[in-house]
């Protein structure tokens, strides 16, 4: 029997684990895509164990354009229906700033962020359409919205949010819904070249966040998980923070800025 698919890039990540497991608690079939044969192999098992049933493992690179839309259509012909495709896969180079950067890092950090997602995006889009439903969600970043440093991954991010609103206005009357979800910092491997320079890194980073905390996967999957719901059925074109109030504005400056002390 052919069954309600969801389509995860990035899966075995840190954020991807928690949305796999978020999806199949409610009863999702997961496809699990990522370029980490290795790591692929560890979700393949922890969702055995955890669930007694594996995800069916797509092993591919974001970058590979014509490679990416034969993996879906194959996903669509043997599997069933993607109905929900969550762009959750990311690269991001050690190049924090733009003095340091080169163009290959630009280039590598760009093709998999921004056009790996478009890869992805495009060939599910086609599937979605004949069925006149569907919904994207992709995983973007609060420094889409203001620069935090690592420029080619914020301005990757950055793209990412206007691509969704494109996918909202052209595929809405299709029945489709794009958004994105915006995280802050969340603990997660893609920090250990920052973790190898200052192990308490997440510590440090506590006091730019209003809450005075930093998301978690999960905290992420259930954003995405909302999004991706009925509940959200009216809700296309938008970026949802994750971010414990970082973007809501400066704490610090505000102090300064009226000389008031807000503790
Ligand atoms: N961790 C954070 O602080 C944070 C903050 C904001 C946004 N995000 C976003 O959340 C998402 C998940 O991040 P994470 O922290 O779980 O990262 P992660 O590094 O743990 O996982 C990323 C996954 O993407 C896969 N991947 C990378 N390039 C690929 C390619 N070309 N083709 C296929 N797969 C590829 C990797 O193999 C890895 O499994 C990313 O989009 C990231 O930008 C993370």
Redesign the pocket.
């Known amino acids: 029997m052919k069954q309600d698919i969801v389509l995860i ?2 899966a ?5 684990v928690a949305l796999c497991r978020k999806f199949i608690e409610q009863g999702y079939t997961v496809a699990a ?4 044969e290795a ?1 692929m192999q560890r979700l393949e098992k922890t969702m055995q164990d955890e669930f007694g049933s594996s995800v069916i493992p797509v092993l ?4 590979e354009g014509q490679k990416v839309r034969e993996a879906v259509d194959r996903i669509e012909a043997d599997h069933g229906p993607i109905s929900r495709l969550v762009n ?5 180079t050690e190049t924090g700033n733009l003095k340091r950067m080169t163009p290959e890092k630009w280039d590598a950090e760009i093709s ?1 962020n921004l056009n ?1 997602v478009y890869n992805l995006t495009a060939p599910v889009l086609d599937h979605m359409c004949q069925r006149q439903s569907g919904v994207v969600t992709t ?1 973007s ?1 609060v420094n889409g919205l203001a620069a935090f440093g690592h420029p080619a991954y914020s301005a990757s ?1 950055a793209g990412l949010i206007s691509h969704m609103q494109c996918v909202a206005i052209e595929y809405g009357p299709r029945g489709i819904r794009a958004n994105c979800v915006l ?4 603990a ?4 250990k070249a920052r973790i190898e320079k200052e192990p308490n890194v997440f510590e440090l980073l506590k006091k730019w966040y209003p809450l005075g905390m930093v998301a978690t ?1 999960e905290d992420v999957a259930e954003a995405v998980w909302f999004l991706s719901s009925p509940a959200a059925r009216v809700i296309t074109g938008t970026s949802l923070r994750v971010d414990a109030g970082l973007m809501a504005g400066n704490r610090l400056m505000a102090q300064e800025l009226s000389q008031e002390d807000f503790s």
């Open positions: 890039s990035g075995p990540g840190g954020i991807g895509l990522d370029r980490d790591a591919c690179d974001l970058t959750n896969a990311a690269f991001i998999v790996g995983v970043s991010k995280p802050g910092t969340v997660t491997d893609a920090w996967p």
